[in-house]
């Protein structure tokens, strides 16, 4: 009996014990509620909806720094909403009409027309002929201001200045950096179908300022832009034999890259501007070499006996894509930029093209042929997650914009009239927008920002 | 014995560790997809656990229904057409309505009462519903809350809801009759109030949000919340960013970034940028007013990664 109780009491104990802490376990839990004063929520999902911006014409004192004004608000307001993110306001359904860009804007006034975000700014010629441009971006809801920037220009650049501000606008909303301020050389194609006259053109990123740059006697494709901005490369026909050339945008000087004894094709230059890749076919093999522009010392990539080509850089230097039918069909690899661990990475079905490598690192564009239609996409370089961004009767010749947002392609319709065009998607893929051209245009290269 | 004692104690550690480990897990809940269907829901029916309603609020609730009968006839007057969302508890509220143009207090004690125990007088109801919605009280704020009250303790107390309705059946009859009962309906409404007030200090747990509150809550945000493109890039771009709001859902002052030291990444500042417009356009903010203490002060993150999968 004794031993009986006294093993009982230990029990007990443990039992009270037990008890206890359970109610300390509960009143504990209960204090623990109040005592996280603010109640943490987190917000996953907001909308993708156009930013509503509302662009005021920027206000000059004379009738002609008006005039300028409102054209560089046209173009901004035409920049923001082409690029599907923002909503520029009709200048209707403004309230408020800021003249002083110094003065604080009557916020309340532009929160009932819906606007998120304000641009006002002013124009002015200096004594010595140059245009003064100023803009500040409010934000309407916070109330203060974002960013105010002023630029000196030459009346004629109005339209660079244009941009400028549309850039520094969308960066600072979005936090990309812009691309407004950038060109576009593409093939200009002019004349009945079956005979048309390509020539090379350069014009601004939104369609406007085009200017022809070869006189057409040669046939010209795939023309790329060079890191620096101020040259391209392209193929060209000069006695039914494909080349590729060099051409200096400011002194309109052109030379061909290396005379080989066989075609070279798909010229693009490494990010730093000191080499061009390429391929150079012998026969039904090609294979992809690279020139240092400077020494012009030739370097063979690959080596295989299928046709390795279109080879695209990596914002890095350090690796290559390509297009190669090593495997039966077309479909894009990826190299160490000195031919090393050679993979293929698109395993979809049909067959892939043309792989350029975005600007930002993270994607790469193809063109893609799979049940009798084109499509344009992207895939992570380590070869995960493909996505169409459009796909119809015809679109090939991706390029990038230089913040990796936007690719611009060209669209071939069908018909006797048919040509193709020039349109720029985004990577959500639901942004399409055409790029006007005087003519026909095909393969387009996106200009990096310019200096 | 050992046993015995053995068992009980494996039995007790083993409740407590229940209570550990099941206790916390259900504030985790991750946002749900697709809350927008729940805005309409009355809030609170689900996650509202007070211990115990006080007679007040249920005697408010049996007021309402019987408000309910005598009043249709006068709420034909009240012509404004409200959308019928909300569900049979409001109907309640319609009811009072019909004196609405006096004392606008009246109703909301019957927003109380709504209850749904009183299925016999649903046709009524029913009819009745769509008249009492358009004469939505003015004062919305007071009656939320107290919708809240009465939610927890439908469950418990129908009983005595019961009883306690056919106690004041008589008296409301006679104030709807008059039209003009201003006085008792206020006094009613204060003490439920008071009611409330007390409630809350008593059980912590009063003044937590519940998950469809939340939702709703997250679901104004939905709209307001333009997630920039750039917010793409980065995969950890959490804005933190604490906000105090008034009792009406306005913002009580300006919101506060937690999370500043990245303000110089673009990215991060864009992200900032329009998380700050939607808090100060989203106001006033639709809240439960009985839950003020539980959502005065809030901390916000705005997580854009489920946005931007493509």
């Known amino acids: ?451 | 014995m050992r046993n015995g004692l053995y068992f009980s104690v494996a039995l007790h550690v083993t409740v407590i560790l229940l209570a550990l480990v099941t206790l916390p897990a259900p504030k985790v809940l991750p946002s749900i997809p697709s809350a927008v269907a729940v805005e309409l829901v009355d809030i609170g029916d689900v996650t509202n656990f007070k211990k115990s309603d006080k007679p007040t609020d249920k005697v408010k609730a049996p007021q309402k229904r019987i408000v309910k009968e005598t009043p249709l006839p006068v709420a034909p007057q009240q012509d404004q057409p409200k959308p019928v969302e909300q569900k049979p508890e409001e109907k309640p509220e319609p009811t009072p309505a019909p004196p609405e143009p006096k004392p606008e207090p009246k109703p909301k004690p019957v927003e109380k009462a709504e209850e749904k125990p009183e299925p016999t007088p649903d046709k009524v109801e029913d009819a009745e519903a769509e008249k009492v919605k358009k004469v939505e009280p003015k004062k919305e704020d007071e009656p939320k809350p107290k919708k809240a009250e009465a939610k927890p303790a439908k469950p418990k107390p129908t009983k005595d809801k019961a009883k306690k309705k056919d106690d004041f059946d008589p008296t409301q009859i006679a104030a709807l009759l008059n039209k003009v009962p201003d006085k008792k309906e206020k006094t009613q409404s204060e003490e439920s109030t008071q009611a409330v007030s007390n409630d809350q200090s008593e059980s912590s747990f009063a003044s937590k949000l519940s998950m469809t509150e939340i939702d709703a809550f997250r679901a104004q945000m939905v709209k307001c919340w333009t997630v920039p493109a750039g917010a793409a890039n980065a995969a950890d771009l959490i804005v933190q960013i604490e906000v105090s709001l008034n009792k009406d859902g306005t913002l009580a002052s300006p919101p506060q970034l937690v999370n500043s030291a990245r303000l110089s990444d673009p990215y991060f500042r864009a992200a900032a940028d329009s998380a700050m417009r939607a808090i100060r356009m989203c106001q006033p903010y639709k809240m439960p007013a009985d839950k003020y203490d539980g959502w005065k002060d809030l901390e916000l993150d705005f997580n854009p990664r489920d946005m931007l999968g493509g």
């Open chain 1, 1 to 451: 009996m004794n031993q009986a109780i006294q093993n009982r009491k230990p029990g007990r104990r443990l039992a009270r014990f037990a008890g206890l802490l359970a109610v300390a376990v509960v009143m504990l839990a209960g204090l623990a509620v109040p005592a996280k004063a603010a109640l943490k929520i987190e917000i996953t999902h907001g909308n993708m909806n156009p930013l509503p911006i509302a662009i005021t014409d920027f206000s000059g004192q004379q009738a002609k720094d008006a005039a300028a004004g409102a054209d560089i608000a046209g173009v901004i307001s035409n920049d923001l909403d082409r690029s599907g993110l923002f909503k520029p306001l009709a200048k209707a359904s403004f309230i408020d009409k800021p003249t002083d860009i110094n003065v604080q804007p009557r916020f309340a006034d532009w929160r009932i027309i819906n606007a998120q975000a304000l641009v006002t700014g002013q124009v002015q010629v200096q004594p010595d002929g140059r245009l003064k441009v100023e803009f500040r971006l409010w934000d309407v809801y916070g109330e203060q201001q974002l960013v105010g920037l002023q630029f000196f220009t030459t009346p004629q650049n109005w339209r660079r200045v244009a941009h400028l501000v549309a850039d520094a606008i969308y960066q600072r909303l979005t936090g990309e950096s812009g691309y407004f301020d950038t060109r576009i050389v593409y093939v200009s194609e002019a004349g009945p179908k079956g005979k048309r006259v390509k020539r090379l053109a350069i014009m601004d990123q939104d369609g406007y300022n085009p200017r022809l740059l070869t006189d057409g006697r040669d046939l010209v494709l795939t023309p790329r832009f060079s890191p620096n901005s101020q040259e391209i490369t392209y193929l060209s026909y000069h006695n039914n034999r494909p080349r590729v050339y060099l051409l200096d945008l400011e002194t309109g000087q052109q030379e061909v890259v290396g005379d080989f004894p066989g075609m070279t094709f798909a010229p693009r230059f490494s990010p730093d501007g000191q080499r061009v890749v390429m391929s150079l076919q012998k026969g039904g093999n090609a294979d992809i070499y690279t020139m240092d522009l400077r020494t012009r010392r030739v370097t063979r990539i690959t080596n295989t006996a299928a046709i390795d080509t279109a080879p695209s850089y990596s914002p890095d230097g350090k690796f290559i894509t390509f297009e190669s039918d090593r495997g039966g069909t077309q479909q894009v690899y990826v190299m160490n930029a000195d031919g090393s661990n050679q993979h293929r990475i698109s395993f979809g079905k049909g067959s892939y093209a043309t792989p350029v490598w975005s600007p930002r690192g993270d994607l790469i564009a193809f063109t893609k042929l799979t049940g009798g239609q084109f499509q344009i996409g992207v895939i992570s370089p380590d070869g995960s997650g493909e996505r169409i961004l459009t796909s119809g009767y015809h679109n090939e010749g991706p390029t990038w914009a230089p913040n990796g947002r936007v690719l611009m392609l060209f669209r071939e319709t069908p018909g006797a009239s048919g040509g193709p065009n020039l349109w720029s998607v985004d990577l959500t893929g639901y942004n399409e927008r055409k790029v006007t051209t005087p003519t026909f245009a095909s393969d387009p290269a996106w200009s990096p920002l310019l200096e």
